[in-house]
């Protein structure tokens, strides 16, 4: 695609359920990052992958969440069991195997968890 | 593991001042640093960059400045205008077998007053 696509675009959930979040990274980016934002703060990394694997998901807060990312391509990251403290903005963003570093963010995942 | 500290966090300016925000990191592997400005409510986007092999770069009113052996990097605002008034990242990137890994500054949020 165009860019990087996220959803949904926003997610209002009830506390202990488990969500699911989609990112579709810009094709042939071979890198793929979450990141979570909270109302008026900066970046909180989660996981970074290169590929299909995660050599870094020291980020991901707890147990409840993890990721996965499949055919190079598409990421979800899940949350289970979610808490209020979970709501935020879940970015995700790609950069390319070559050339410029340049990160391409997707416009985001609000999760509201009620 | 690899870190990137950005101050200050809140930077409030006069318009038509100044505004300098600084980053460091921590990894001697970083070879390429990008900023990237999110305005309220939007993905952030890159407005510029600098590579290892550069000490200073500038494009209009913004220019980047980088000390290697110091392992810190800065942008500078000049003119500030009301527009400017958004949350700024710095990041610091290096290129590894598979590709990029970025790892984000926490941000500073800048305050252009009219």
């Known amino acids: 695609g165009a860019g990087v696509s996220q959803s949904p675009s926003n997610k209002v959930t009830e506390k202990g359920k488990d969500v699911e979040l989609r990112c579709d990274p810009i094709?042939?980016?071979?890198?793929l990052y979450w990141y979570r934002q909270s109302l008026g703060q900066g970046l909180e990394f989660l996981i970074y992958f290169q590929g299909n694997s995660a050599p870094d998901k020291s980020g991901l807060p707890s147990d409840r969440f993890s990721a996965e990312r499949t055919g190079g391509s598409v990421s979800t990251l899940t949350i289970q069991r979610t808490q209020q403290e979970d709501s935020a903005v879940y970015l995700c963003?790609?950069?390319?195997?070559?050339?410029?570093?340049?990160?391409?963010f997707g416009q985001g995942t609000r999760l509201t968890v009620v | 593991g690899e870190n990137v500290e950005q101050h200050p966090s809140t930077l409030s300016v006069q318009e038509g001042d100044s505004a300098v925000i600084k980053c460091t990191y921590s990894?001697?592997?970083?070879?390429?640093f990008p900023w990237y400005k999110q305005e309220l409510g939007k993905r952030p986007q890159l407005i510029i960059d600098?590579?290892?092999?550069?000490g200073e770069k500038k494009d209009q009113r913004i220019a980047v400045t980088l000390n290697k052996t110091a392992k810190h990097f800065s942008l500078h605002i000049t003119e500030t205008q009301p527009e400017d008034s958004a949350v700024y990242f710095c990041a610091a990137s290096n290129r590894g077998t598979g590709g990029f890994k970025t790892i984000f500054g926490a941000g500073t949020r800048l305050f252009v007053k009219a």
């Open positions: 600098i590579r290892s092999n550069v």
């Open positions: 990894d001697s592997a970083s070879n390429y």
């Open positions: 094709s042939g980016h071979t890198a």
């Open positions: 963003a790609s950069t390319r195997r070559q050339g410029s570093a340049e990160a391409f």
